[in-house]
């Protein structure tokens, strides 16, 4: 990476603003997926030993420029405070005099988590009044927070014009793993694409389709593709007006030689629930009052013996709807193969993510992203703002 990242500065004695994702999963005030938060120990157990003042900001939720009750980063403060086996000081707002008296009494090794960035109206606006107010808290920049760094943010971009800013350890990672696969990937290099939309994936299945070799397809977005080519698809899911975009990736795979995959099979269910009726049916015998719910067992056969022979596989986005245990066997299976392949497995973050950690399969994957759109807007190759924005090496 050609970014200056926590290991090239003097850390020692300084104010550091660590920009984290702490945008984690809550039920009832409680954290139900720590992942986030364990990921950013590396950088923050760097900074205590090296005697910086750790300044800890993250945004949680979408709270709209307004102080939420129920998006209050006290719980991470908690579950970060036992993580280290240390207090860490949480203040109730992210700028202004009281947090700056409570700056003012850190000692070096000492942790503080700022309020939710969110709650102030300039943070999504990226304005840099309170750009310029993050900065006056500190004396370095580090952005960890990958799962944000597509925002261009006040607390992700925007500060990094007003302080040094280099990355933390945990971006470091993220961008070294996704963009090592990505320009200089081992072959043959399969990539998974599920998820609902084709509108939200079309620009990571451009171009995933210039640099793999093996494009499977699954989830609520096959369904436009089976449209597309003139197959009855019932009730599933289907982006009316990406049909053309659709033909238009089998035609590119066409001209490329690139194996593109889409389900052969199907499980249908008349309900979207789990007592439905459930079917298994070839490609194009949806029936009027049905929808898809899973790719069929012979799809998913195939599927698991690419991933299998694969040297680098890259996944995003669910093959069926796997919240919903009877319609949870494409997916489950996708994990399965990529937990059995001597390949190298990235997964990218969000559902995928979260389906591999509802099977028990999370520990068995090489790379698990922290980052859901972010790794998404990685791999459609475009630059992220929290990154473009750090000092250059
Ligand atoms: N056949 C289907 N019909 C309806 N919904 C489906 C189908 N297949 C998958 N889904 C749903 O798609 C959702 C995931 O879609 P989405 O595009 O948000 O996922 P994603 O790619 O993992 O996104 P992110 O990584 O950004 O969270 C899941 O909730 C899943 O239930
Ligand atoms: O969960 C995420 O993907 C990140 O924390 C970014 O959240 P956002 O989509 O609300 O900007």
Redesign the pocket.
């Known amino acids: 990476m050609n970014k200056k990242s926590v290991r090239d500065v003097e850390v020692n004695g300084k104010r550091v603003f660590v920009r984290v994702?702490f945008?984690v999963p809550l039920e009832n005030g409680k954290i139900t997926d720590d992942t986030r938060i364990r990921e950013t120990l590396p950088t923050i157990k760097y900074l205590i030993e090296n005697g910086a003042k750790v300044i800890l900001a993250s945004?949680m939720?979408?709270p709209k420029g307004q102080f939420v009750d129920s998006m209050r980063l006290t719980p991470a403060a908690e579950r970060l405070s036992e993580l280290l086996g240390k207090p860490v000081v949480k203040a109730d707002e992210a700028v202004g005099e009281a947090v700056k008296a409570e700056i003012a009494k850190m000692q070096n090794g000492d942790v503080l988590l700022l309020e939710n960035v969110r709650f102030y109206p300039g943070e999504e606006k990226n304005d840099p009044e309170l750009a310029k107010q993050f900065a006056e808290l500190a004396d370095l920049f580090v952005n960890d927070?990958f799962?944000?760094a597509?925002?261009a943010h006040a607390s992700t971009e925007g500060i990094a014009h007003f302080l040094p800013a280099v990355s933390g350890l945990l971006m470091e990672k993220e961008l070294s793993v996704l963009g090592k696969a990505l320009s200089n990937p081992e072959r043959p290099f399969t990539a998974i694409i599920g998820g609902s939309k084709v509108k939200d994936k079309i620009d990571v299945i451009d171009n995933l389709l210039n640099i793999a070799d093996n494009v499977l397809i699954g989830g609520g977005l096959s369904y436009t593709f089976m449209k597309a080519q003139g197959y009855e698809i019932g009730l599933s899911l289907c982006d009316n007006d990406k049909l053309d975009v659709a033909l238009g990736f089998i035609q590119k795979a066409k001209d490329l030689g690139k194996n593109f995959l889409l389900p052969v099979d199907i499980v249908i269910a008349d309900d979207f629930k789990a007592d439905a009726n459930v079917e298994i049916v070839e490609v194009g015998n949806i029936p009027e009052k049905w929808e898809g719910v899973d790719i069929g067992p012979k799809t998913r056969a195939k599927y698991a013996e690419i991933i299998k022979n694969s040297k680098l596989i890259v996944w995003n986005g669910p093959m069926g709807v796997f919240e919903i245990d009877p319609f949870s066997n494409g997916t489950r299976e996708v994990a399965e193969a990529c937990a059995q392949t001597e390949g190298y497995t990235i997964i990218g973050?969000?559902d995928s993510a979260a389906a591999t950690e509802k099977f028990h399969l999370a520990e068995k994957m090489n790379h698990i992203s922290t980052?859901?759109?972010?790794s998404l807007e990685f791999m459609e190759g475009k630059a992220l703002p929290g990154v473009v924005a750090l000092n250059d090496k």
Request: hydrophobic fraction near 20%; charge should be positive.
């Open positions: 994702d945008n945004h939720g979408r927070a799962g944000a597509h925002r973050g969000g980052g859901g759109g972010a």
